[in-house]
């Protein structure tokens, strides 16, 4: 009988990625640059691109490029996750000091991927198909051009 993953914490390959980061971060306690200090610097760093990407992506102005920048927030915004999943694993906080943080990241998840959503569907679809003898008007390629261009702009108002 197959399991159903409601969470990509109930992947095998998530869990067995997880042991092994604490693996590798337990192996390098006693380095020159301590585990907490490079935990926490990449901690620090992906916190902060998070809404650098966002505000990247919006005043980009084209659609598809802010969706793009979205999901990789979104995809930061998991590393994060599970990096405070570890920190508890290694004795560098406890799960209740960490509560607040991993619920308010949740909430920026569901952000992300509403926002991502809803933008996404605004995004011309392209046709599967090519017109490989279509004639085109040259006098009129600027205008086309343009106005292809005008559907790309992202429509802010959700």
């Given at each position: 009988m197959k399991t159903k993953i409601e969470h990509y914490r109930d992947l095998e390959v998530w869990q067995r990625a997880f042991r092994l980061a604490t693996q590798v971060a337990s192996k390098y306690e006693n380095s020159e640059l301590s585990q907490k200090s490079l935990i926490i610097k990449n901690l620090v760093e992906k916190s902060l691109q998070i809404p650098a990407l966002i505000s990247e992506g919006f005043l980009r102005g084209v659609l598809p490029e802010y969706v793009s920048c979205l999901k990789t927030a979104r995809h930061l915004v998991s590393e994060i996750d599970t990096t405070l999943q570890i920190l508890p694993a290694l004795g560098m906080a406890t799960e209740v000091e960490l509560q607040e943080l991993s619920t308010e990241y949740e909430i920026v998840a569901r952000q992300i991927s509403t926002l991502t959503s809803i933008l996404s569907k605004?995004?011309?679809?392209?046709?599967?198909?090519?017109?490989?003898?279509?004639?085109?008007?040259?006098?009129?390629?600027?205008?086309?051009?343009?106005?292809?261009?005008?559907?790309?702009?992202?429509?802010?108002?959700?």
């Open positions: 605004k995004i011309p679809q392209k046709p599967n198909h090519i017109h490989r003898n279509k004639p085109q008007n040259p006098n009129n390629n600027h205008s086309q051009s343009s106005t292809e261009e005008s559907k790309l702009r992202p429509d802010y108002e959700i």
